[in-house]
């Protein structure tokens, strides 16, 4: 793999939805945000549409983050130059027909609030269209299904967030004291299998006992999911699922979310949010620091001096689809700076 694969890899890539923050952070004072290294504000309108926009005023650069919310339009803090929802300039209060009104010289991203998260498009170049976005039925279907999204900062890339789902693994030996991973084998054999969205990496001859299967998807955006059993006394639903999204944040930095699931409906789905908040919510938290402490905490350019063996073949498939994307991401990039370089 060249350097500039890598170094593309390590920003994020692009033609995708990622969930940027979770919808309880977004009121109507603007909100900045870093995600794939942009600079990024985000507003909620008197209608509660949220809009998202470069975080730079066209004028001199000020942060339209700092500026106020008029309602579909963002007032930036430093002479008031007012933008819309679109990146297009309205207003130049200090100026009579200033030729700035009517340019649109701010980037935006397309935004869908869904599943309690706001998600943004990244497209390859800025205007690319949006592309769809599905979920997997466990967060799809509302009225089967129940759900808490959990959401973090890690400092981190983005890829040892993701790779530390795709490893099944560690949940039997870094997660041993946790009331749903103290079970099953401490060694396996584990196989890869391809699905419609991705794949399936498992552990062979091994399956409800711990975390011992995990899905790599892309519907429009990357997740993972996965299954851990859970005893009675943890409430009605069956199986716990977790569906699992990473978003970067910069190359050191990057924003979990991990939605907590069950199958439950009925009054079942009241006494399982109820357990969920008063007896589960706080073992799970604990579960995920021991993942944020770890990969924290990971050697300086851990990714160059590992020795993968077998159960890392998930990890390894997964940063061979990465990669391709990347390739298939640079290339057109590189296209289109070739066509513009040739345009009289
Ligand atoms: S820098 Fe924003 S209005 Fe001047
Ligand atoms: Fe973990």
Request: proline share 5%.
């Amino acid at each position: 793999m060249t350097d500039s694969v890598q170094a593309y890899l390590d920003t994020g890539l692009r033609d995708l939805w990622y969930p940027v923050l979770a919808s309880w952070e977004v009121h109507s004072a603007p909100v900045g945000i870093t995600r794939l290294s942009q600079q990024i504000v985000l507003w909620r309108d008197d209608k509660g549409h949220v809009h998202a926009l470069e975080d730079r005023c066209p004028h001199r650069g000020a942060r339209l983050s700092m500026g106020w919310n008029l309602g579909e339009r963002i007032a930036c803090w430093y002479h008031g130059v007012a933008v819309n929802g679109a990146g297009q300039v309205e207003e130049v209060p200090a100026v009579d027909n200033c030729p700035l009104v009517g340019q649109k010289c701010v980037r935006h991203y397309p935004v869908k609030e869904t599943q309690g998260a706001i998600f943004l498009w990244f497209g390859v170049q800025p205007d690319d269209p949006p592309g769809e976005l599905r979920f997997p039925q466990e967060l799809e279907d509302e009225t089967q299904y129940s759900q808490f999204l959990c959401t973090a900062a890690w400092q981190c890339n983005y890829q040892y967030a993701l790779e530390n789902v795709m490893d099944p693994m560690h949940g039997t030996y870094l997660h041993s004291s946790s009331h749903s991973m103290a079970e099953g084998d401490r060694q396996a054999d584990m196989s890869l299998h391809p699905t419609d969205d991705g794949f399936i990496f498992q552990k062979d001859g091994q399956q409800g006992v711990n975390f011992d299967w995990v899905e790599f998807g892309d519907t429009g955006a990357q997740w993972m999911r996965l299954s851990i059993p859970y005893k009675r006394r943890f409430g009605p639903g069956g199986h716990f699922w977790i569906v699992g999204m990473v978003v970067p944040e910069d190359e050191n930095h990057c924003r979990v979310f991990f939605w907590r699931i069950r199958r439950v409906s009925g009054w079942q789905r009241d006494m399982w949010r109820f357990m969920y908040r008063h007896r589960l919510e706080k073992l799970h938290w604990d579960v995920l620091e021991q993942d944020r402490i770890v990969l924290e905490s990971l050697a300086p350019n851990a990714r160059q001096h590992e020795f993968l063996y077998q159960h890392d073949v998930g990890l390894s498939r997964l940063r061979r689809v990465m990669q391709k994307m990347a390739r298939a991401q640079i290339d057109r990039l590189t296209a289109c700076n070739t066509a513009q370089s040739l345009t009289p």
